[in-house]
T-cell receptor, first 115, second 113 residues
Framework: AQSVSQHNHHVILSEAASLELGCNYS??????LFWYVQYPGQHLQLLLK??????LVKGIKGFEAEFIKSKFSFNLRKPSVQWSDTAEYFC?????????????FGTGTQLKVEL | KAGVTQTPRYLIKTRGQQVTLSCSPI?????VSWYQQTPGQGLQFLFE???????NKGNFPGRFSGRQFSNSRSEMNVSTLELGDSALYLC????????????FGPGTRLTVT
């Protein structure tokens, strides 16, 4: 069965530090990839997505992610985090086989940014 | 555009009862998916509806069911509630059924006592 792994469960950074959150998936077919963020008390919001084309995708709030097909990875990066980036981050994969929307989520990474 | 709305936002039910949750997608969106979020299992896919038809289904027991109406609004029903059904139930909508990005609602927090 398809699975998504996020290896960092809790990350604590100081403001202005660089961020990289890992995401690996276990399916060899064609996929769409997503990063969602859940700020405290708010609902899930889409940060960025990869469907095809340039493997380096840029999202909102200065986030970017790189799709490396050979490594089945879709890591999230931000050069300089802010206190307001404190949130839980979820990687998600949608298999394109069979069609439709059926996201498989990673377990999430809780990011805390300290002043 | 208004976002995905879910009602009610909070619900407390007793074991053995049944519950119905409602979701109104973003205007123009035709696909509605449901997810369950718990601390232990994370976010898990329940089912997806498109044009009033169930397109995909997750690995949940038959006590979990749903439907979609002609205006794309969707409901999910859980019968014979168990303590383990306590969770945040999220609804997400997307434009079409073919792998578009999904937009999530705030969720319904269900507590089963």
């Amino acid at each position: 069965a398809q699975s998504v792994s996020q290896h960092n469960h809790h990350v604590i950074l100081s403001e202005a530090a660089s961020l990289e959150l890992g995401c690996n998936y276990s399916y060899g077919g064609t996929v769409n990839l997503f990063w969602y963020v859940q700020y405290p008390g708010q609902h899930l919001q889409l940060l960025l997505k990869y469907f095809s084309g340039d493997p380096l995708v840029k999202g909102i709030k200065g986030f970017e992610a790189e799709f490396i097909k050979s490594k089945f990875s879709f890591n999230l990066r931000k050069p300089s985090v802010q206190w307001s980036d404190t949130a839980e981050y979820f990687c998600a994969v949608n298999l394109l086989t069979g069609g439709g929307n059926k996201l498989t989520f990673g377990t999430g990474t809780q990011l805390k940014v300290e002043l | 555009k208004a976002g995905v709305t879910q009602t009610p936002r909070y619900l407390i039910k007793t074991r053995g009862q049944q519950v119905t949750l409602s979701c109104s997608p973003i205007s123009g969106h035709r696909s509605v998916s449901w997810y369950q979020q718990t601390p232990g299992q994370g976010l898990q896919f329940l089912f997806e509806y498109f044009s009033e038809t169930q397109r995909n289904k997750g690995n949940f027991p038959g006590r979990f069911s749903g439907r979609q109406f002609s205006n794309s609004r969707s409901e999910m029903n859980v019968s014979t509630l168990e303590l383990g059904d306590s969770a945040l139930y999220l609804c997400a909508s997307s434009l079409e059924a073919t792998a578009y990005e999904q937009y999530f609602g705030p969720g319904t927090r269900l507590t089963v006592t």
